[in-house]
């Protein structure tokens, strides 16, 4: 039996309100190609099209929207959820801090303080850049604004599951980028509460997948965090994680992991049929490729959830290619 969702949909629809005119209603697109593949129609939420590249920018301007008077706000992040962090407090006036690890590749540094805001890189994980994030909380003053475990966070980015069902009222399956949970809770939260048959597949790489570490311990773990292509998707889900662990166990129906390959894979893909995405955005398109994600039962949405890939990284994977 699923438990009460944490963020409900009264939550979300309050933050559609709130945001409604800060962010883009982003497009839906049919896939010819990876319907063939799938066995059904497969369509794709084009959450890469998002002001700042990326479906982050949902859940911090709800989050932003709603801290008061602050000496700024803060946060770790592995790159999307500090830009729209820094793109949601500069729209505001506030100054902003965003505390990253070594791992961050250089162009999502860049595009931070193109925004006005300080990358301070911390450590060699999104762990400890968090603590960082804590100490300027504490000692400065700062509202600190997590990446996906708050729950204004996770209302936010639950307005792309409105979205994807006023674009596709018959969806049977919705795919997710997995990391926080952020995105799959929110998204599932908004789904399920307004189609509670619809499926929930969250999609991951093997190497360094904490959520999916935490779900087959049963508690959130810590893991090293390795080097992979879907790189937004790295990072823990912190040890005293209160909404995105529950939240992703009840709502979320199943999880594939893949390779670097299929990832890979599903990056070419999606370039082949014009959309230039990150590693993290192609693993929906990956899980079909592989013939792990079909839409036998009805239609599937793929959420392609970022665009914030070094250029030259992605011409030499589709260079891999040729």
């Known amino acids: 039996m699923v438990a009460t969702a944490m963020v409900t949909l009264d939550d979300i629809m309050a933050a559609l309100d709130r945001i409604r005119d800060d962010v883009r209603v982003t497009p839906m697109q049919a896939s010819p190609s990876l319907s063939q593949i799938a066995g059904g129609p497969v369509w794709l939420k084009c959450e890469y099209r998002q002001t700042t590249g990326a479906f982050k920018l949902r859940g911090a301007t709800n989050a932003v929207a709603r801290v008061g008077k602050v000496a700024g706000v803060t946060t770790a992040s592995t790159g999307n959820h500090g830009r729209a962090l820094a793109h949601a407090a500069r729209a505001r006036g506030i100054p902003a801090i965003i505390c990253?690890?070594?791992?961050?590749?250089?162009?999502?540094?860049?595009?931070?303080?193109?925004?006005?805001?300080?990358?301070?890189?911390?450590?060699?994980?999104?762990?400890?850049?968090?603590?960082?994030?804590?100490?300027?909380?504490?000692?400065?003053?700062?509202?600190?604004?997590?990446?996906?475990?708050?729950?204004?966070?996770?209302?936010?980015?639950?307005?792309?599951?409105?979205?994807?069902?006023?674009q596709v009222p018959d969806a049977a399956t919705i795919a997710i980028p997995l990391s926080?949970?952020?995105?799959?809770?929110?998204?599932?939260?908004?789904?399920?509460?307004?189609?509670?048959?619809?499926?929930?597949?969250?999609?991951?790489?093997?190497?360094?997948?904490?959520?999916?570490?935490s779900l087959d311990a049963g508690h959130p773990v810590e893991i090293r965090e390795l080097e992979t292509l879907a790189d937004s998707l790295g990072g823990g889900i912190g040890l005293k994680n209160r909404l995105t662990f529950p939240m992703v166990r009840d709502l979320m129906d199943d999880l594939i992991l893949l390779s670097e390959d299929q990832i890979a894979d599903g990056l070419r893909h999606l370039a082949q049929d014009g959309h230039r995405v990150e590693g993290a955005a192609a693993v929906c398109a990956g899980a079909v490729l592989s013939g792990r994600l079909r839409a036998d039962d009805g239609p599937l949405v793929l959420i392609l959830s970022g665009e914030n890939i070094d250029p030259a990284r992605h011409a030499a994977i589709l260079q891999e290619a040729s």
């Open 100 to 166: 990253m690890s070594r791992l961050v590749p250089q162009n999502k540094l860049d595009a931070i303080a193109e925004l006005g805001a300080e990358a301070r890189i911390i450590g060699d994980s999104q762990d400890e850049a968090f603590l960082e994030a804590i100490r300027l909380q504490r000692d400065e003053g700062f509202a600190l604004i997590p990446p996906f475990d708050h729950p204004d966070v996770i209302a936010g980015q639950g307005t792309l599951g409105l979205e994807i069902l006023d």
């Open 180 to 213: 926080g949970g952020g995105l799959l809770a929110g998204v599932a939260a908004a789904a399920k509460a307004l189609r509670p048959d619809i499926r929930i597949v969250g999609i991951s790489m093997q190497r360094g997948a904490a959520m999916a570490a």
